[in-house]
């Protein structure tokens, strides 16, 4: 079946501006994940959905950042004043177990470049 | 664990030899582990897992041995192909919320 779609693929924004990353799990995954990988580096736990609730959102680096998954499935990642640091890949992933004890699968990614 | 910036430990092989990646994890109550392989411009690709309770795990061409002893992870792969180059990064996980990667070994096959 289909994998984890992520879109847009590329998101070229200035500072300041307002963007939406959107997440396509797999279907039937109950749990939902956000990391952020910046160049050199291993992803980064930002925020991480059980069904429809956000079960912990302790990576969540400000109050600019928030996501939503209003019906347990697709997701959205809002990210506002956009800064030139918040430029990295964002990833999603997705699992079957709501309690998490498998393994994530990972969507290609939305790579935002902030100017 | 921390990240530890831009230079990505590196290892080179010969095509067709063994491939021994090398993860030292930070959380002694971590349970869950995972290693993942990742090629340039994609998202992180599941290879092999393996729970705190086995020490030893085998899937087509990988194994991945658990040193909780030590806090240590490895993942061998057998007859090292081209395709096999990429970054490999081992995650663990001790609340299933969240997986704490660590800094990525970047692999290089030579034909």
């Known amino acids: 079946g289909a994998g984890v779609s992520q879109t847009p693929s590329n998101k070229v924004t200035e500072k300041g501006k307002y963007v939406e990353l959107r997440c396509d799990p797999i279907s039937g995954h109950t749990a939902l994940y956000w990391y952020r990988q910046s160049l050199g580096q291993g992803p980064e736990f930002l925020i991480y959905?059980?069904?429809?609730?956000?079960?912990?959102d302790s990576g969540l680096p400000n109050d600019r950042f928030f996501a939503v998954r209003p019906e347990g499935s697709v997701s959205t990642l809002k990210i506002q004043r956009t800064e030139r640091g918040d430029s990295a890949v964002y990833l999603c992933?997705?699992?079957?177990?709501?309690?998490?004890?498998?393994?994530?699968?990972f969507g290609p990614g939305t790579r935002l470049t902030v100017l | 664990g921390e990240s530890v910036g831009l230079h990505l430990p590196t290892l080179s092989v010969q095509e067709g030899d063994n491939s021994i990646i090398n993860c030292a994890y930070s959380?002694?109550?971590?349970?869950?582990f995972i290693w993942y392989k990742q090629e340039s411009g994609k998202g992180p690709q599941f290879i092999i897992d393996?729970?705190?309770?086995?020490d030893k795990r085998q899937g087509q061409r990988v194994t991945v041995l658990l040193n909780k002893t030590v806090k240590h992870l490895s993942l061998q792969i057998a007859a090292t192909q081209p395709g096999d180059s990429a970054v490999y990064f081992c995650a663990e996980t001790y609340t299933g919320n969240q997986f704490y990667f660590g800094t990525g070994t970047s692999l290089t096959v030579i034909p």
């Open positions: 959905f059980q069904g429809t609730g956000a079960a912990d």
């Open positions: 992933a997705s699992s079957p177990v709501a309690q998490g004890v498998s393994s994530p699968f």
């Open positions: 393996i729970r705190s309770n086995m």
């Open positions: 959380n002694s109550a971590s349970d869950y």
